[in-house]
């Protein structure tokens, strides 16, 4: 009996650290290797976050349905993902997946150049993207988009460490070019990082980034 409680202070330990380094739940990580180019993949679905905005802007108003005597905005999912890809010579590329799923009618469009834009515990940080990719948009079905943008491990570490962080995701589809660049109001989803969020970049960078 003694051993076994003397055992007890070593198993907790085990326990705790197993559980630090555990998968978040929900979160899944897909890993691909090329054997033609030699590179590998790592990339983390699933990581869903909360966003507000364009109740207003057109592209949702597209979208709006009477249910019940009431007026009902189209389902939206938006994921917040992390992606690390290795190059034949061994080097390493960090960036974040945003994808976005909008159900009904309506559209999200992405457009080369900084449409992520983070605040670090009040601090500015623009990411930028080469433009859309793997995106299906049709009449009265889902419109799926998804864009890639570039994160210093540097970058990430900060968001870690970060006590808030909030994004805002700019709508490509609003931005003609008679309109004034700061008239931006309702032309963008905004939200912010949960704990939940925050553990599943956290497991993504132990796990294969500082690996």
């Not at 966003?51 to 979208?63: D, M, Q, R, T, Y």
């Amino acid at each position: 009996m003694r051993k076994f409680l003397s055992l007890i202070p070593f198993l907790c330990l085990i326990l705790s650290f197993s559980s630090s380094y555990a998968q978040p739940s929900g979160i899944k990580i897909k890993q691909t290797e090329d054997t033609f180019e030699g590179t590998k993949t790592v990339l983390m679905d699933g990581n869903k976050v909360k966003v507000e905005g364009l109740a207003e802007s057109a592209v949702i108003k597209g979208a709006l349905s009477v249910l019940k005597g009431g007026l009902q905005i189209s389902q939206i999912k938006t994921e917040l993902n992390l992606e690390q890809f290795t190059k034949s010579n061994g080097s390493k590329e960090l960036s974040v997946i945003v994808s976005i799923e909008i159900k009904d009618d309506a559209s999200f469009y992405i457009d080369n150049g900084e449409s992520l834009i983070l605040l670090v515990d009040g601090k500015r940080m623009g990411l930028t993207t080469e433009g859309e990719f793997n995106v299906s948009r049709s009449a009265r079905r889902n419109s799926v988009t998804n864009a890639r943008y570039d994160l210093t491990e540097a970058q990430l570490k900060s968001i870690l460490e970060a006590k808030s962080v909030q994004f805002r995701i700019m709508n490509g589809g609003f931005m003609e070019k008679k309109e004034e660049t700061r008239d931006k109001e309702g032309r963008y989803f905004e939200g912010g990082f949960t704990e939940k969020n925050k553990e599943a970049w956290k497991y993504f960078y132990d796990t294969y980034v500082n690996s």
